[in-house]
């Protein structure tokens, strides 16, 4: 329905209806009409089986796992250039330029890591395909919403991963760094 108030319409005529076909002698059995909503009838007909959520929460915890190895990775690539940090900053670079630098590295490396999922995710669905009946074949695609949602969701998680070590690279102390070299 395209709103509540269709909704409330629609269950009304379903009680007359029901009610009308009681009186009339067609129905012997007390009327139960009801409407649900997308999910309720999802969960009523049991269409998705219970093993799914956890499979949503096992794709969570490796996504965990993977901003928490980039997370690593790119405080060690930051730290490991922190020479070149500190000789930027002695020679005038704000901490703000030096933390942008390292925030659009860091939505870089998502971008990349995004696409590069998006055609594992390709080939893992053309083999799943293969292995499908003709009837579900034709109901396991990717369209643009979720190959949007996809990359967005990869820049976005890793640029929120990376924020720890582009703090970390804007707050290298030049003098120190200045000393080492």
Not at 58 to 78: D, P, R
Not at 141 to 154: I, S
């Amino acid at each position: 329905m395209p709103d509540a108030a269709a909704a409330q319409k629609y269950r009304v005529f379903l009680n007359n209806y029901a009610s009308e076909q009681q009186r009339i002698g067609r129905f012997n059995w007390p009327a139960h009409t009801q409407l649900r909503d997308v999910m309720s009838w999802l969960n009523y007909r049991h269409v998705v089986p219970s093993e799914v959520n956890i499979l949503l929460l096992v794709s969570f915890g490796f996504l965990f796992v993977c901003l928490l190895n980039a997370m690593g990775l790119m405080l060690a690539k930051i730290m490991g250039r922190a020479g070149d940090i500190g000789v930027r900053r002695a020679l005038g670079a704000s901490r703000r330029a030096i933390f942008v630098q390292c925030l659009v590295e860091t939505g870089v490396v998502g971008l990349a890591g995004g696409l590069f999922g998006l055609v594992l995710t390709a080939l893992g669905l053309l083999a799943a395909r293969s292995l499908m009946t003709k009837e579900f074949a034709g109901l396991a695609r990717l369209d643009f919403v979720d190959v949007a949602a996809a990359v967005v969701l990869g820049v976005l998680a890793t640029v929120v991963a990376g924020l720890y070590p582009t703090w970390r690279a804007a707050h290298v102390r030049p003098a120190w760094q200045l000393k080492a070299q």
